[in-house]
């Protein structure tokens, strides 16, 4: 018997009792790979700083599970980076936040694949990329920025409150509600009010039911009945008070001769010349058409330079132009230069053409002309009122 008083005792139940225990492996954790990598800055010297490294909740490809959870990585001497990670799934990445000693602060994403050792450049991978770490992330599938096809609706959060927001349904049937559709041509009839449209009613632009016109046989001006007589000669449509309505009347006793009167404003002119006048001196300026009392030919004639540079009247001292409505020029020195965009026009507002065709040229033969004066003054002198006139 052994004494369970003395010390012997005591270890030799405790070595009974550790060899009764079932024998009990240790656990097989992942396989882990290693990132192994040197760490440049942008400027090519070694960095140095620390990496944050964390991970979402994950099943390794084994089917292990792995908690969420973080690490801190320092960059060794010369900046030597050693990491080992457990391969993730896909539809997981690993954040890297970069913390290096100079105050940069830089974030990207990992995949990490059962090869080992590795470098940075195979595991990092950009969000968006189409890999599918990305794709599968989050509550489904993403859609492209350059360009994709959705199998289901899109839901918008509402309608758009700016000009290149997108537009919800609601938007578009609200702004098409109060517009009429066109069916083969026609307005449908459900669409057309309170009315029915005949050969003498119609729906006018402000959604009122009213008599049709037209431009060939108004039945009325801006809502005002036309009277259904046909006007005769010499009378115009006017508007007549006590009737309410425009009626034939008599004209307003102007000729034919005096309606084709004109006024010095009916010939004030201006055009836009594509002809260079940066440069003050001498020009030839072409016109698309030279308009009544517009010549060349014309002594004392002026026209006036506007719109860029110092506006001037300049003298006309040449050129095609004869005041018949074809393409000419005119030749003009200006004193000032004018950009492109100037514009050349009448220096009376008209008046100097009007009174250049106004001009009446006499077709007296001047033979004849002498002989009615000859004859005149043979006839004083015979009175004896007048000298003779020495051969």
């Known amino acids: 018997m052994f004494d369970l008083r003395h010390p012997s005792g005591w270890l030799f139940y405790l070595l009974l009792l550790v060899l009764a225990l079932p024998e009990i492996s240790p656990a097989q954790g992942p396989t882990t790979s290693t990132i192994s990598d040197v760490v440049y800055r942008a400027d090519g010297t070694l960095a140095g700083g620390t990496l944050l490294i964390s991970w979402p909740t994950f099943s390794t490809p084994a089917g292990q599970s792995v908690a969420a959870g973080n690490k801190s990585v320092t960059l060794g001497p010369n900046g030597a980076l050693s990491v080992a990670l457990v391969p993730n799934a896909a539809g997981t990445f690993y954040t890297v936040v970069y ?35 990305v794709t599968t992330s989050g509550s489904g599938l993403f859609v492209s920025k350059a360009g994709d096809t959705m199998t289901g609706p899109l839901q918008l ?120 006048l940066s440069t003050a001196g001498a020009s030839t300026v072409s016109l698309t058409s030279c308009p009544a009392g517009v010549t060349g030919a014309e002594p004392n004639y002026y026209v006036y330079v506007s719109g860029t540079g110092t506006a001037e009247a300049v003298l006309v001292t ?31 507002a008209g008046l100097q053409e009007a009174l250049i065709v106004a001009r009446f040229t006499p077709t007296i033969r001047k033979e004849r002309c002498c002989a009615v004066f000859c004859v005149g003054c043979h006839a004083t002198r015979r009175r004896g009122n007048f000298p003779s006139h020495r051969r």
């Open 99 to 133: 913390q290096l000693d100079d105050g940069t602060v830089k974030t990207e994403y990992w995949v990490v694949t059962s090869t080992s050792p590795t470098t940075i450049a195979a595991v990092r991978t950009i969000l968006g990329s189409g890999g599918s770490v």
């Open 157 to 276: 959060p509402g309608d758009p409150s700016a000009p290149n927001q997108a537009a919800t349904k609601h938007y578009v049937d609200s702004g098409l509600a109060a517009k009429a559709d066109l069916v083969s041509g026609v307005v449908p009839t459900l669409e057309l009010g309170n009315g029915t449209a005949n050969n003498t009613l119609c729906l006018h632009g402000d959604s009122s039911w009213g008599a049709c016109g037209a431009s060939g046989n108004a039945v009325s001006i801006q809502n005002v009945p036309v009277d259904t007589t046909a006007p005769t000669d010499n009378q115009v449509i006017t508007y007549v008070a006590s009737a309410g309505k425009y009626e034939p009347r008599a004209g307003s006793g102007v000729t034919a001769g005096m309606a084709a009167v004109k006024y010095s404003s009916d010939f004030n002119w201006s055009q836009t010349p594509a002809t260079s």
């Open 318 to 348: 040449g050129g095609t132009c004869n005041g018949d409505g074809q393409a000419g020029t005119l030749q003009i020195t200006t004193i000032n230069g004018h950009a492109a965009g100037y514009a050349v026009g009448s220096a009376s």
